[in-house]
């Protein structure tokens, strides 16, 4: 059984990949396709990040002001009042940071990195590297409390998402040409990070 779907940039790769029709522009200026269902969720699942990875809880043991606050229920509103506008763009509406401006890319300070939104701690100095992007890089997340998902808002340049297990602020990207022991770059942006030094 095929499904109707319009064609955006976070499909267009999928569309691609798995176009059982030629595309048809339909009564809004929209190319439409159809494509098998079955297929397309496989395909999903298999670019996306394991279901397993993301139904682990977030290690909150080290939190020291989030509470039991329910972060998903948060207005942009609310986000506006308690974040600087650089940081509400990066963390709530996925924004990045240009390279080489943001307050840590450079910092050698032993610490540890908190989220700027809910304050949970997700990256350890002495996880720090320095990538040469110009953005702070890790080569490991504290825990499960970083959690990743297929970014397709680039067409033809599929991405892992990172955000912060517990508020869902947009973090940054991790690529697989970090250094050892994880062979893990998580590039992140400086405004959504706090970083409490040692």
């Avoid at 691609?16 to 200026?29: D, E, T």
């Avoid at 974040?83 to 890319?105: I, P």
């Amino acid at each position: 059984m095929a499904a109707s779907h319009s064609l955006t940039s976070s499909n267009f790769r999928l569309a691609l990949n798995n176009l059982s029709s030629k595309p048809q522009l339909n009564s809004a200026n929209r190319f439409e396709f159809s494509l098998p269902t079955t297929r397309s969720c496989s395909s999903i699942r298999a670019m996306g990040s394991s279901s397993s990875s993301s139904q682990k809880k977030p290690d909150t043991t080290n939190q020291q002001e989030t509470g039991k606050r329910d972060y998903k229920s948060v207005s942009d509103q609310e986000w506006k009042t308690k974040l600087t506008g650089e940081q509400f763009y990066v963390t709530r509406q996925k924004g990045t940071e240009r390279a080489f401006t943001g307050e840590y890319w450079n910092t050698k300070t032993p610490g540890t990195y908190h989220c700027i939104c809910c304050d949970t701690p997700l990256f350890q100095s002495t996880t720090k590297f320095d990538s040469g992007t110009g953005w702070p890089s890790y080569y490991e997340p504290i825990g499960t409390n970083v959690k990743s998902k297929l970014d397709l808002s680039i067409i033809f340049m599929p991405r892992q998402e990172v955000l912060c297990a517990v508020c869902d602020a947009h973090l940054g990207h991790v690529f697989d040409d970090g250094p050892p022991p994880t062979g893990k770059r998580y590039c992140i942006n400086s405004a959504s990070l706090k970083l409490n030094p040692k």
